[in-house]
């Protein structure tokens, strides 16, 4: 079995939404999160940490 394609975030397939608390999905590609509402976050590897990415949505 080989997985390509699924390599998820640090945090996993997805997490709760650190401002709304909606379940966020992980983009595989990008090592993102997507919320509806806020737009993309970044899962930062290096530490930890999980970064709001500037969005036209604001
Ligand atoms: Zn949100």
């Known amino acids: 079995m080989y997985n390509f ?3 998820y975030p640090i945090f996993g ?3 709760p939404c650190p401002h ?3 379940t966020n ?3 595989t590609l990008t090592g993102t ?3 509806l509402r806020h737009g993309s976050f970044e899962a930062d590897s290096l530490s930890s ?3 709001h990415l500037p969005s ?3």
């Open 5 to 7: 394609g699924l390599h």
């Open 33 to 35: 999160y997507l919320c």
């Open 49 to 51: 940490e999980l970064v």
């Open 56 to 58: 036209e949505w604001d």
């Open 20 to 22: 709304c608390r909606q």
């Open 25 to 27: 999905l992980a983009l």
């Open 13 to 15: 397939s997805e997490i």
